[in-house]
């Protein structure tokens, strides 16, 4: 009986071994899945946090994208970090909608962008083309500018030229005035001293008498030495000074048969008449001007030509009523000469036709070739009216002589400078 008892008990306590490792086992078993469970808890816990870290950086990036936007955009209140104001935001982009006319499309900025910068490209090009435009105008205001300062400043001369040219004409006439009134008083002592004068007058006409009986014996002897020279002139005025050798109609000149041994120079003038043996007009057909000479020739240029069928042609005549060829004549000048044909030009001209000229006048004198008026007296004092050549006492001697008188117009019609 007690053997049996000590099995039991053995078996027993190798039953609850057992039962303590297998308890031993699953405690540990469970422990195991716990540590397992509890480390994939920190292991998900730590991706959360990651996942929370990396959630916060990108809102935070957000968040700095957002206010950077906003500073760019604009549209936000004046706090650091403020975001833009959608709604005023929108009004911008509906103030540029209206601004370049861009349509109900254009929602966006990024919309608003290309057409905004096409419209600006094109209003920049337009500025430049108004610019250039400016520019000319500028430079051209410049000019007017320039050209009417220019005007201004010659007008400004013009008037103080003017100004100055009144006031010397003020003078002149007040010296005229005085000169008037000095006349009237001189007038009045000559007409207490006519009386005095007129018995002096009635002793001269005795001695006139006298005087006047010697000049007509030396009045005749002029007259017979007139008539001797008139028949000269005469005999020249009806023979030509020369004749035309040939023509060139296309070139309007033509050669005559006179030339610088024959006392032709250049600028000398001449009528040509027709050289036909029984004319029906003897009148000048044209006039001719020397423009070179040759020792016996010289080419001359056709003008005023009075008939077109009528031309001039060879063999047909020249005249100069102050030209001759031979022999010596003698000239004197009478007023103002002055310009191309002042005396000493004339003098060259006189000689060069063999005509000298004399300081006075004499038995010997040809010609009187009379000036402009004299406005100043033979010791250069200014006169108070021009004296006409007409006055001077050598014209009424020439006319008394009979010598040729030759106007200076006249004379310019056969001699060109």
């Known amino acids: 009986m007690k053997q049996l008892s000590n099995r039991g008990a053995a078996r027993i306590g190798a039953v609850w071994m057992i039962v303590v490792i297998v308890l031993f086992f699953v405690a540990l078993a469970f422990a195991y899945v716990a540590n397992q469970a509890a480390e994939q808890e920190r292991e998900t816990a730590a991706g959360l946090r990651t996942e929370r870290d990396a959630a916060f950086a990108e809102r935070d990036e957000a968040k700095k994208a957002i206010v950077d936007l906003s500073e760019l955009v604009g549209y936000r209140a004046d706090a650091i970090g403020s975001h833009s104001d959608i709604e005023a935001v929108k009004g911008g982009i509906q103030t540029l909608k209206d601004t370049y006319a861009l349509g109900d499309t254009v929602a966006t900025f990024e919309d608003t962008v290309n057409p905004m910068m096409e419209q600006l490209r094109l209003r920049d090009t337009s500025i430049k083309s108004l610019q250039g435009q400016i520019d000319t105008l500028t430079k051209q205001i410049e000019l007017n500018g320039e050209a009417a300062r220019k005007a201004q400043g010659e007008l400004q001369d013009q008037i103080a030229t003017l100004r100055q040219e009144k006031g010397d004409e003020a003078q002149v006439l007040q010296d005229q005035i005085d000169a008037l009134t000095r006349q009237l008083e001189d007038i009045t002592a000559q007409r207490n001293a006519l009386d005095d004068e007129l018995n002096d007058a ?216």
């Open 202 to 417: 009635k002793a001269e006409y005795d001695a006139l008498m006298v005087q006047l009986a010697n000049e007509r014996s030396e009045h005749q002897n002029r007259t017979r030495n007139l008539e001797e020279q008139l028949k000269d002139f005469q005999k020249r005025a009806e023979t030509p000074d020369g004749a035309i050798i040939s023509t060139s109609k296309e070139l309007g000149i033509a050669w005559i048969n006179r030339g610088a041994k024959d006392r032709i120079s250049e600028g000398m003038i001449f009528d040509i008449v027709t050289g036909h043996p029984n004319p029906t007009d003897s009148s000048a057909k044209a006039k001719c001007e020397v423009l070179r000479v040759q020792d016996t020739t010289s080419e001359v240029r056709i003008f005023d030509q009075v008939d077109p069928y009528d031309p001039v042609v060879a063999d047909d005549l020249i005249f100069n009523p102050i030209y001759d060829p031979d022999g010596e004549r003698y000239a004197v000048l009478a007023g103002r000469f002055s310009g191309t044909f002042n005396e000493a030009e004339i003098a060259l001209l006189l000689k060069e036709i063999g005509i000298t000229v004399q300081k006075e006048l004499d038995l010997t004198t040809n010609y009187l070739i009379v000036g402009q008026p004299l406005y100043t007296d033979e010791n250069g004092e200014v006169l108070e009216e021009p004296r006409q050549p007409s006055d001077l006492p050598v014209y009424k001697e020439a006319l008394a002589q009979g010598c040729s008188i030759i106007p200076i117009s006249q004379f310019r019609l056969y001699f060109k400078r």
